[in-house]
């Protein structure tokens, strides 16, 4: 599948997003200096709701390009619209698709781009899940790759004001990146990540990733 990301649409969807959803949730960032100026940059935040796709799209500058669950993309108008937005489609039970899919990142990597991955791959509230160390052991594979160096994982919390949702402040914050030399450090990697995770966002975290 050929990604057709349009900043037009990304653009245009961020700030009629910000007009709106932006107000029901005001985002407040710290540790934006953690962030590297260029690409290409793993961004992995907290995920424990689906409001965490919106936020992290308005608490960060740069375009990004999001790693998501492929049962999203099965629509065609849906998934021409995700794919516009820069949705990278990504088959988690299925491991030869998953492969296939992430052989898609290496252009984009290439071109320095911010790529979003939620490590726990799916939500986790109250606490932080165990993060999905393959899907960091295959970004890993693409290191030294074409031009590709050393990938930055950059932890982001995200924890939103206790009580209602509406009209509620939503906390980001970036951590130091973590990098690895390859994929055989991913279990460690991923571990590392989950921790600081927990730490931004203020939870206690079980990091122990899946075998």
Not at 85 to 97: N, Y
Not at 114 to 122: D, N, Q, R, S, W
Not at 130 to 156: C, E, K, N, S, Y
């Amino acid at each position: 599948m050929r990604l057709h990301f349009s900043p037009k649409i990304y653009w245009c969807s961020r700030e009629i997003l910000r007009r709106t959803f932006g107000r029901i949730f005001r985002v407040q960032v710290e540790g934006l200096g953690y962030l590297p100026r260029e690409g290409p940059a793993i961004i992995c935040p907290k995920h424990q709701r689906w409001e965490d796709i919106v936020v992290t799209g308005l608490a960060l500058p740069p375009p990004l390009r999001f790693i998501a669950k492929v049962e999203l993309f099965l629509q065609p108008v849906v998934r021409e619209f995700l794919l516009a937005l820069g949705g990278v489609p990504v088959d988690r039970r299925e491991p030869r698709a998953t492969l296939s899919s992430f052989k898609n990142l290496l252009p984009l990597l290439k071109e320095k781009a911010y790529v979003v991955l939620y490590p726990e791959g799916t939500y986790v509230k109250g606490g932080v899940g165990a993060g999905r160390h393959r899907l960091i052991q295959l970004l890993l594979r693409w290191q030294d790759r074409d031009g590709v160096g050393l990938l930055p994982f950059v932890p982001m919390g995200i924890r939103y004001q206790q009580g209602g949702t509406w009209g509620k402040e939503v906390e980001v914050k970036l951590g130091a990146p973590l990098m690895a030399r390859g994929p055989g450090e991913a279990v460690a990697l991923t571990r590392g990540l989950m921790a600081r995770i927990g730490e931004l966002s203020g939870l206690l975290s079980d990091a122990k990733s899946k075998q």
